[in-house]
């Protein structure tokens, strides 16, 4: 099987991905998809073959080995790689679509297409959950398909057309028991990275966004503020200023109504000079 288009993937997935999302990428590339061609790939190749069972009855291996084994490990594995990997498209995809936006209208739309933002920040997270989710329903069908997590090296065979219970032999059962540790450990750790992912930029961009509206709020209310100080805009849009700008008015409506009073009483200079005595 080649996996040239999954390698590419992955790299492409890299230029858009934080500092843990290229984490994921590494364990996916080198723990995951280089462990599995250059050495589980050979370890079941020959796994039928290799299935041995102590009568000739004809048909009877095949049964049996169909009955303990209705999946293979190593193509469970591969289709585990493929179905991980895959939302990763998704957001390769709505970067490309963002370029190609930019490309048809000339101009400039968004200040990087790869910065995580708006819609391919929702595009990031939905892939995340289900990265989340195709790991961790693997591992239920690997647990399932197989009743655990071992494989023994004797399992014993009732089905027809066995004419009695017969014993099977499995090759290289040790060998294969390794391996499916370690995929269940590198699994276990995608998911945890998966999550770690997901709950950092679920409180990374919350705190942005509460930040972003407490700051435009807080400068909203300094500028209408001063806007009514200079205006007289008659709302109370701030206490402390509407409150201060009414008492100077008042101060200055009394202040003019007083020498208003005066004006009248004043009409020569001896006349005032007598009304200040």
Known sequence: MSWGFLHHLLNGMNKYSTGIGRIWVAVVFIFRLLVYIVAAENI?????????????????????????????????????????????????????????????????????PGE????????????????????????????????????????????????????????????????????????????????????????????KCYLKRYIKKDQGSEGDCHKSEITGHNRPLCVEYYAELLWYKQKEALYMQSWRNLGLRCRTVRGCTAFVR
């Not at 790991?135 to 066995?162: H, M, Q, T, W």
């Not at 090759?171 to 370690?182: A, H, N, R, V, W």
């Open 44 to 112: 079941w190749k020959y796994e039928h073959d290799e299935f041995e069972c102590n009568i000739k009855q004809p048909g009877c291996e095949n049964v049996c080995f169909d009955h303990f084994f209705p999946v293979s490990h190593i193509r469970l594995w591969a289709l585990q790689l493929i179905m991980v990997s895959t939302p990763s498209l998704l957001v390769v995809f709505h970067v490309a679509y963002r370029e190609n936006r930019e490309k048809r209208q000339n101009q400039k739309l968004y200040k990087s």
């Open 116 to 207: 995580i933002d708006g819609g391919l920040l929702c595009t990031y997270l939905i892939s995340l959950i289900l990265k989340t989710g195709f790991e961790i329903v693997f591992l239920i069908l690997f647990y399932k398909l197989y009743n655990g997590f071992k494989v023994p090296s004797l399992v014993k065979c009732d089905i027809r057309p066995c004419p009695n219970t017969v014993d099977c032999y499995i090759s290289k059962p040790t060998e294969k028991m390794i391996f499916l540790y370690f995929l269940v450990v590198t699994s276990c750790l995608g998911i945890v990275l998966n999550l770690s992912e997901l709950s950092y930029l679920i409180f990374k961009y919350s705190i």
